[in-house]
């Protein structure tokens, strides 16, 4: 009768070991080192990113912004690379989401309107100025650019709230972002 008591004991000492490496966020080990090297990954391509992401003032409007674009389409293509099978369904659901944003985010900037240069945009409002036009465009052109910068705005805002949504799932499975 001791000997299955102290059995039925240590079974009991055992199961109430197991439960927090089993039930508790962050305990799980193998899931929370999984979402942190998919944080960790995009970070690193983050950072790789930046510098050609930023415009140093040279070449052309237009080619910075198909600079960006390609850019952007690059990090979306390495971060879709990142394993996610270890991670939790809901984490790789949401992290899959945040790089639909910002594919979205990128062909926004791809379709970006044609800045022009200086003598092709003077022609081109001469010949406009010309034919009656007294604006020579520009009202029309400037419509184009605030209509592509409410679109940019709204991609950029999902990219927000998608990477929120990340930040979110690796919380809730014990993992800190900022970490």
């Known amino acids: ?26 305990c799980g080990g193998g899931k929370t080192s999984a979402i942190r090297q998919v944080i ?3 970070k690193e391509l983050s950072q790789h990113i930046q510098h050609p992401y930023s415009w140093n003032g040279s070449g052309s409007g ?26 939790p369904v809901d984490f790789a659901i949401a992290y899959r989401e945040h790089l639909r944003a910002w594919e979205f985010f ?6 970006h309107p044609i800045y022009g240069t200086f003598t092709s945009n003077f022609l081109k409002g001469a010949l406009r ?6 604006t020579g465009g520009a009202l029309e052109q400037e419509a184009l ?21 990340v ?4 919380i809730r499975h014990g993992v800190n972002v900022g970490q």
């Not at 960006?68 to 991670?87: G, L, M, N």
């Not at 650019?145 to 949504?165: G, M, P, R, V, Y």
Request: aromatic share 14%.
């Open 40 to 42: 960790r990954r995009d």
């Open 1 to 26: 009768m001791n000997s299955r008591k102290d059995f039925l004991r240590s079974v009991f000492l055992w199961i109430l070991c197991l439960i927090p490496v089993l039930f508790i966020p962050g």
């Open 129 to 134: 100025g010309l034919m009656g036009d007294v």
């Open 167 to 170: 930040q979110q799932s690796a």
């Open 145 to 165: 650019f605030q209509n592509w910068e409410t679109q940019l705005k709204q991609a950029d805002q999902e990219i927000e709230s998608t990477w929120e949504a």
């Open 106 to 111: 990128g062909q926004n900037v791809r379709n």
């Open 62 to 87: 237009d080619e910075y912004m198909d600079r960006s674009a390609e850019t952007i389409f690059w990090y979306v293509q390495e971060a879709r690379k990142f394993d996610t099978s270890s991670v």
